[in-house]
């Protein structure tokens, strides 16, 4: 079961990673230079589930497992642009699976995992999409009808086109308050032609009426690791 406290950070992270990253100096992207070549990389492990990448605990593991031809160093401001945080991007080269690291700056050991349904660039623009699923059946780009299908019951989330976009009121009393997994949503139109209702600081629900057919899907799928020892 999620710690409330500990829910509420990775929300935290999820929404402000999202909607309220600053751009970057040059200096603040690292991307590591190397001469090994993508075929070279020996992955021992499987990852077939973003559970699976919790099991790398330090970024040199990471390294050991993809090779730093396949990892992509950042520094990202969140809550606009007071708390830095240090994260890795990494490209699975067998399954082309796109994992973000998040690092606990005082262990330097993985504080979360993240994978999004759709693919950004450096500017905000969508070159990509990938589905990847979570042990518990969850995954990025599953519907809305299909997380209430899930769920065993309707969701409540806030609207789209602000800060908070997509946010997923928790609940203990269904499925998805009890996974480990935390999600947000997002919405498949620029348009919002029939879904205008959608925008902006709303809270809304999958039992209303006239979210049926609405284009909303799951965007972030976020997963604490666990490095107790």
Known sequence: MKNPLTVFVILFIVISC?????????????????EQEAEDVQITNTFIYLDDYTQLTTREELADQFGE?????????????????????????????????????????TASVEATHYLWSNDGEIKGSQKLESKDGLYTGM???????????????????WDYAGYVF???????????????????????????????????????SRMKDAPVVIETLSLVANNKE
């Not at 999202?18 to 190397?34: F, G, H, Q, S």
């Not at 899930?150 to 989330?157: E, L, Q, S, V």
């Open 69 to 109: 031809i396949n990892l992509t160093d950042k520094i990202v401001w969140q809550a606009e642009g007071t708390i830095k945080r240090s994260v890795t991007h990494l490209v699975n080269p067998k399954t082309w699976h796109h994992i973000t690291y998040y690092w606990d700056d005082e262990t330097g050991n």
């Open 143 to 161: 519907t809305l009808t299909e997380l209430v299908e899930w769920n065993g019951a309707d969701i409540r989330f806030s609207g789209f086109g």
């Open 170 to 208: 928790d609940s203990t009393d269904d499925k998805l308050g009890t996974s480990d997994i935390v999600i947000t949503l997002i919405d498949l139109q620029e348009d919002y032609k029939g879904f205008k209702f959608m925008l902006g600081d709303v809270e809304l629900s999958s039992a209303e």
């Open 18 to 34: 999202k909607n309220e990253t600053l751009p970057l100096p040059e200096d603040e992207t690292i991307i590591v230079e190397t």
